[in-house]
T-cell receptor
């Protein structure tokens, strides 16, 4: 059972464009929604995260939009750069207990010059 | 920032042997550590959660006798793959968090290849 559904699985964007990755979750107990960036052969690194008490969070070129009623959240990368080319994972967790994180399937982003 | 290291970064072993992977939190005390495995072009799958001084909690379908996890101190957790087989070849990633409910910091991963 895939608790966090992520789309698209791959994305090609031109330099300067906007990259948009969408995720949907099922478990209403989730209360922490991080996005991770992973380069080949490396572990994932936290990019930005949001809690359900806000509808949007922006950090530099990265913005998370969150729709609690629809149980959906998305990552927008503004002014996409070739250096942003990586695999992005959305995730969700219940911050109580041991904070088990459930990952989406991942989106391979390629930003072309 | 919080740094998590893993050793080795890659390892090749023969089928039937055991391999130990270390995960260390370098600049903070990790009350909880997590072990994931990731197959090529796939997502991270949680294998187990361990708290310092306690037995690890394994996810459904993960063989606890095959994947031995020890979290003996607040800065070190180890994953031992016992009697490794080619199907155990994967990218193993650990993460650590300071307190229950806190952000997880991921290690760089260990590439295991079993011949």
């Amino acid at each position: 059972q895939q608790q966090v559904k992520q789309s698209p699985q791959s994305l090609i964007v031109q330099k300067g464009g906007i990259s948009i990755i969408n995720c949907a979750y099922e478990n209403t107990a989730f209360d922490y929604f991080p996005w991770y960036q992973q380069f080949p052969g490396k572990g994932p690194a936290l990019l930005i995260a949001i809690r359900p008490d806000v509808s949007e969070k922006k950090e530099g070129r990265f913005t998370i939009s969150f729709n609690k009623s629809a149980k959906q959240f998305s990552l927008h990368i503004m002014d996409s750069q070739p250096g942003d080319s990586a695999t992005y994972f959305c995730a969700a967790s219940n911050s109580g207990g041991y904070q088990k994180v459930t990952f989406g399937i991942g989106t391979k982003l390629q930003v072309i010059p | 920032g919080a740094v998590v290291s893993q050793h080795p970064s890659w390892v090749i072993c023969k089928s039937g042997t055991s391999v130990k992977i270390e995960c260390r939190s370098l600049d903070f005390q990790a009350t909880t550590m997590f072990w994931y495995r990731q197959f090529p072009k796939q997502s991270l799958m949680l294998m187990a959660t361990s708290n310092e001084g306690s037995k690890a909690t394994y996810e459904q379908g993960v063989e606890k006798d095959k994947f031995l996890i020890n979290h003996a101190s607040l800065t070190l957790s180890t994953l031992t793959v016992t009697s490794a087989h080619p199907e155990d070849s994967s990218f193993y990633i650990c993460s650590a968090s300071q307190t229950s409910g806190a952000e997880q910091f991921f290690g760089p991963g260990t590439r295991l290849t079993v011949l």
